[in-house]
């Protein structure tokens, strides 16, 4: 590992850089070394930690690479003390290439049809580009038998070993690159394949924009309308600008040999050359477009799992319908079914009383508190319908996010859950309990088809997943887990358990009822001392043994917080509910060989607040009334949104009608705004301008611009919400 490398590369301390790649190494988790071993990291958190994990894969990648090659050329007989020290010091894999393909076996070619048939020498000749007659040198390696047939065919020849060379050049191709990555042009044109299918790329039918400034979106737009063999792309930096390069690296003179390896050089830029760098550079455009959707799509998951949860409310959740009708449901405190049924408040059934009885009953029989609605087809419909009833206790109405509930209904964990209720009911469960406590439902789905991503089914899978896995892991880890009431999924997602482990604990906990302090985990078959050190500080039990089992405190600190309690004369109870003693602590006192002030500090700020939920707190939130399908919409309105999706380009707002808008990114604010994600997070509370309203398209556009007065702004009936037309 290349400490010194990857600690320049990312603004860090070598030492630093050691110290966690030594943790991951040891297996340590990324939540794990980030929260509890600061002191041996200097204080790194989580970005820090995978940042490093990242590179130390990605150099170690390119050693590996390093060494299959340099045993390539020492069993091949062609490594030279010099080969051998540029390949030993070449810092990226691109270079390591360059410096191997003159080497590398290849199908034949051109120019090794030409070695074949003798022509070497020549082409060694005229490269010299010494004072010769090409033609009358050319004259003397005619021969039928080796298939030269006449003068310009060994000429011919000899010029095909020249653009190979130069082509396999590692300047030559170092240079070239560089002038694709600054100056390339990236094109794209309408296939002659495309056909209505194709609309959706008409703004790419003749476009063209610098290949190192096509922001992310639109360069997997044209990669992906090429995919589906409607558009055809290309990149390319200015020909005389290459041809140049060329020229200054490998014509020395003017003579009549120069003259041919400029054709030569021409040939093979043409043929060779650019069409290895143009693969080369949409290679590396995908790859950095890949990267930012990958993050953009991480952020947005991260946002969404950290919304702020409800908590243990009763709830009657539906998932709203027309035809098939409404299914509800209710969810205790824990979100444990209740009770179910089917509701027809819309057409063509039209059972109106019947289902604003249904409704009352269920409200009034469980002392409902909170009322969850999808926001899928027939949402606002529903809604409203439940906005007119006159219900006990008048619970709050919210509108849920349902993407991917029906993935979670159809999956093996609901099955589990519910193996005796259909796919329907499993979905309206899944809605009250995102209202109850979104992160400990969400964790049950894949976060590929949650759908706040940018073009997330066209990038590498394996990155995508990686990364998502990383968040939700993260997350989890972040927030804490309820040790006797999280499910296996929730579990499998703590630091050092996984799906086993997690399996592991729920059995026994069925088996032994709930867990009464930590130390108990120990008893879990098949979790060992390292599962525990890992995951441990990270579960919380309520009312267990020791009060700092609730908290973020690891176990491994409950001796320091225990002295603590006993300097000051007090219990470990006491002092965690006196804020004034915790004032008296100092915390230079308990600084030790294995516990530094930072771990100091983070046990003091857990005892002010022990078993803190990181996330926000859960705020009611309602759309415009009157306003429930896109027909409704007019230019000029003002409402209330919520932000669901975040890409590069803009971010989509859900105003109510079953159909996001798109504030573009030109209209996120009065200024100019380079990435979206400065303004605006996924499940924001927005308020927007309505700028137009393609219906045949179903298009809605957006503006967060200061467009709109102050006095407008001020009056309540925005204020609440509602349109103003």
């Not at 039928?144 to 130069?166: N, Y």
């Not at 589906?228 to 390069?245: M, R, S």
């Not at 857990?606 to 009334?625: C, H, M, T, V, W």
């Not at 989509?652 to 030109?666: E, N, P």
Request: hydrophobic letters at 40%; proline letters at 6%; a neutral charge.
């Amino acid at each position: 590992m290349d400490a010194p490398r990857i600690a320049a590369d990312l603004g860090l301390g070598a030492g630093q850089v050691r110290a966690a790649a030594s943790l991951l190494a040891d297996g340590k988790t990324i939540p794990f070394i980030a929260r509890y071993r600061k002191e041996v990291t200097g204080g790194l958190d989580e970005v820090a930690i995978s940042a490093i994990r990242d590179l130390v894969e990605r150099y170690g990648e390119l050693d590996r690479r390093r060494a299959s090659i340099l045993n390539s050329l020492r069993e091949r007989g062609v490594l030279t003390p010099d080969l051998e020290g540029r390949i030993t010091a070449a810092q990226t894999l691109s270079v390591l290439e360059d410096l191997y393909l003159p080497f590398r076996p290849k199908r034949r070619t051109r120019a090794s049809a030409a070695r074949e048939r003798g022509l070497l020498p020549l082409a060694d000749l005229i490269f010299e580009q010494g004072r010769i007659d090409p033609p009358a040198e050319a004259a003397r390696f005619v021969d039928q038998e080796k298939g030269v047939g006449s003068i310009e065919e060994a000429l011919a020849g000899a010029r095909d070993i020249i653009a190979e060379r130069a082509s396999e050049n590692p300047e030559a191709r170092s240079q070239i690159r560089r002038l694709f990555s600054e100056e390339g042009i990236l094109r794209s044109k309408s296939s002659a394949k495309a056909d209505g299918d194709g609309s959706k790329y008409r703004d790419y039918a003749d476009w063209s924009e610098s290949l190192f400034r096509a922001p992310s979106h639109r360069v997997m737009a044209v990669l992906r309308g090429k995919n589906e063999g409607h558009l055809v792309l290309h990149a390319e930096p200015p020909a005389d600008k290459a041809l140049a390069i060329l020229r200054r690296l490998f014509i020395r003179g003017k003579g009549p040999a120069s003259e041919e390896v400029r054709l030569a050089l021409e040939d093979g830029y043409r043929r060779l050359l650019a069409p290895a760098m143009e693969r080369e550079a949409l290679s590396a455009a995908k790859e950095k477009a890949e990267e930012r959707s990958i993050a953009v799509f991480a952020e947005n998951l991260r946002h969404l799992l950290l919304e702020p949860p409800l908590g243990e409310r009763t709830v009657l959740a539906v998932d709203p319908g027309f035809r098939t009708g409404c299914k509800v449901v209710v969810l205790d405190p824990l979100g444990s079914l209740a009770a179910k049924g089917v509701i027809y408040p819309h057409p063509p059934q039209n059972m109106v009383r019947e289902a604003k009885d249904k409704i009352v009953s269920l409200c009034e029989e469980f002392g409902v508190e909170f009322i969850a609605v999808g926001n899928g087809t027939a949402g606002r419909q529903t809604e409203e319908f439940l906005r007119r009833l006159q219900i006990p206790g008048d619970p709050p109405i919210v509108m849920v996010d349902e993407a991917g509930a029906s993935v979670y209904s159809a999956s093996k964990c609901a099955r589990d859950e519910f193996p005796d209720e259909d796919a329907t009911v499993r979905g309206a469960v899944s809605i009250g309990r995102r209202l109850q406590d979104p992160l400990a439902e969400l964790v049950k789905i894949d976060p590929r088809s949650i759908g706040v991503g940018q073009y997330q089914h066209d990038v590498d899978e394996k990155a995508l997943k990686g990364k998502l896995d990383e968040v939700v892991e993260l997350c989890v880890n972040a927030v804490g887990v309820d040790l006797n009431t999280a499910s296996r999924e929730l579990l499998a997602r703590v630091s050092g358990l996984g799906p086993r482990l997690a399996g592991s604990i729920v059995l026994y906990r069925e088996k032994s009822g709930p867990f009464r302090s930590r130390e108990e985990l120990k008893k879990v078959p098949g979790l060992g001392p390292r599962a525990f050190e890992q995951a441990a500080g990270f579960l919380r039990i309520r009312g267990g043994v020791s009060p700092l089992d609730g908290s973020a405190v690891h176990p491994e600190s409950y001796g320091i917080v225990e002295a603590m309690a006993r300097d000051l004369g007090a219990t470990v109870e006491e002092l965690i509910e006196d804020a004034a003693l915790q004032k008296r602590i100092d915390p230079e006192r308990y600084v030790s060989g294995t516990a530094g002030l930072p771990t100091i500090r983070d046990i003091l700020a857990e005892l002010a607040k022990p078993g803190r939920d990181p996330r926000r707190e859960f705020e009611i939130y309602s759309f415009a009334p009157g306003v429930a399908k896109i027909e409704d919409l007019r230019p000029g309105m003002v409402l209330r949104g919520v932000v669901t999706n975040v890409a590069a380009f803009g971010a989509f707002v859900d105003v109510g009608v079953h159909q996001d808008g798109l504030v573009h990114i030109s209209e996120l604010a009065d200024r100019f705004v380079r990435d979206p994600a400065e303004v605006v997070r996924v499940h924001q509370r927005v308020e927007v301008f309505v700028l137009a309203v393609d219906l045949e398209r179903k298009r809605i556009s957006l503006s967060m611009r200061k467009r709109i007065s102050l006095s407008m702004r001020k009056r309540p009936e925005v204020a609440n919400g509602e349109a103003r037309p």
